[in-house]
């Protein structure tokens, strides 16, 4: 069955840093780009990060820009989501999504149809 299956969650201060992890299994990662995503209590599912499936392409939020760094090791089937300067404001649950390879919408959680659980990060002091 295909998973993917977030971790690296967890407390940090302000300007903290975290790696997100979202390993997949049941299909050979490198055909499929990856998406994270946050949702965050009452708000909607919004798309942070993107990589295509060889990693040349990324694409962020303008509000993570310059802060997060996705990359991917396609030998490990995993993918990261370094978060550095994190910030209240991120706290959220993050998941990690993956599709058929589409050229467009990176952002859009409807285009994806496999999803991790999530997990959560907490920006507080």
């Known amino acids: 069955q295909v998973q993917l299956v977030e971790s690296g969650g967890g407390l940090v201060q302000p300007g903290g840093s975290l790696r997100l992890s979202c390993v997949a299994s049941g299909f050979t990662l490198d055909y499929y780009p990856i998406g994270w995503f946050r949702q965050a209590p009452g708000k909607e599912r919004e798309g942070v990060s993107y990589?295509?499936?060889?990693?040349?392409?990324?694409y962020y939020a303008d509000s993570v820009k310059d802060r997060f760094t996705i990359s991917r090791d396609n030998a490990k089937n995993t993918v990261y989501l370094q978060m550095n300067m994190l910030k209240p404001e991120d706290t959220a649950v993050y998941y990690c999504?993956?599709?058929?390879?589409?050229?467009?919408?990176?952002?859009?959680?409807?285009?994806?149809?496999?999803w991790g659980q999530g997990t959560q990060v907490t920006v507080s002091s």
């Open positions: 999504a993956t599709r058929r390879p589409h050229g467009s919408r990176w952002l859009e959680p409807e285009t994806y149809d496999t």
């Open positions: 990589i295509s499936t060889r990693g040349g392409r990324t």
